[in-house]
């Protein structure tokens, strides 16, 4: 059963997902994708909770954690998960050495933890990294500083609803049901006026810093849009295996949970 609870960091109230028990396997962190929070991770939790103990947060500002005051970038991200780390082993929640997983806006985030605290973090897995060029990274970023603030009208949020209606319900994998697509875009639809915070992270992030990541790395690829550019990414690891699942594209947690639960399972437990 996945339970939800709360802990703290730098900005206040840290919410995550928890399931599973401790024993020989290392415990693993589940680091969600932006605009999502940890929900998006419910049926990998079920499906990696059969032999390990598994948490997954919500990104600062996201799901149902504290916002910061503006914008940290990765590094504020991350060390914000870096004090729910130390504050889940004073609670005896977490104690260790964990592994981690990332998704997406969520691969940076355990890259940039990594980096930052290898005495807690043993293995680093991957999927989507987005590794831009330098000038697709510019004007991403610049489109996320520049995000209109939300309106009387409700203009804003009416095109930012329509967009993500449209992209996570109208183009979903055709085996995820209507009803989970559409508790899928009300998670994500949930961030509103902080919607852009992480992407302004994600797109003036240094690439150049996955070539510090020491810890034994997995990149576990879909056949997606990111494909190829998190394929060139993942080369940049120093110690990186890659696994490509070509026969998958999005919606990998609704549709191949057990399979990416197992994926994870032949890479972590061989360590």
Same mark, same amino acid.
């Given at each position: 059963m996945i339970s939800?609870?709360? !802990? !703290?960091? *730098?900005y206040g109230q840290m919410h995550y997902r928890i399931a599973g028990t401790a024993g020989e396997c290392a415990p693993v962190v589940l680091l969600h994708q932006n605009p999502s929070s940890s929900f998006e991770y419910e049926p990998l939790i079920a499906a990696l909770a059969a032999d390990r103990l598994v948490v997954a947060f919500d990104t600062p500002g996201y799901g149902m954690s504290d916002a910061p005051p503006a914008s940290p970038g990765?590094? &504020?991200?991350? #060390? %914000?998960?870096? /004090? @729910?780390?130390?504050a889940l082993e004073v609670e005896g929640v977490l104690a260790g050495q964990v592994d981690l997983y990332g998704f997406h806006t969520g691969s940076l985030l355990a890259?940039?933890? #990594? $980096? @930052? +605290?290898p005495d807690r973090v043993r293995a680093v897995s991957l999927t989507g $990294?987005? =590794?831009?060029?330098?000038?697709a990274l510019a004007s991403r970023l610049a489109d996320a500083e520049n995000y209109p603030a939300l309106d009387?009208? &409700? !203009?804003?949020? +009416? /095109?930012? !609803?329509?967009?993500?209606? %449209?992209?996570v319900v109208g183009k979903r994998d055709p085996r995820v049901p209507l009803e989970k697509a559409a508790l899928n875009f009300a998670d994500k639809? *949930?961030? =509103? /006026? +902080?919607?852009?915070? #992480?992407? *302004?992270?994600v797109w003036s992030w240094d690439f150049a810093r996955l070539e510090q990541v020491a810890q034994p790395a997995l990149l576990l690829q879909p056949a997606? /849009?990111?494909m190829h550019l998190s394929l060139k990414a993942a080369a940049r690891l120093p110690s990186c295996r890659v696994v490509e699942l070509t026969d998958l594209d999005r919606d990998i947690f609704d549709i191949a949970p057990e399979r990416i639960a197992d994926e994870l399972r032949d890479f972590l437990d061989c360590l």
């Open positions: 939800r609870a709360y !802990t !703290t960091c *730098r990765m590094a &504020g991200y991350a #060390a %914000a998960f870096s /004090d @729910a780390l130390d890259c940039e933890l #990594a $980096i @930052a +605290r $990294i987005p =590794m831009y060029d330098a000038d009387e009208e &409700g !203009t804003v949020v +009416r /095109d930012l !609803t329509a967009g993500l209606w %449209a992209y639809a *949930r961030a =509103m /006026d +902080r919607f852009t915070w #992480a992407y *302004r992270g997606e /849009d990111l």
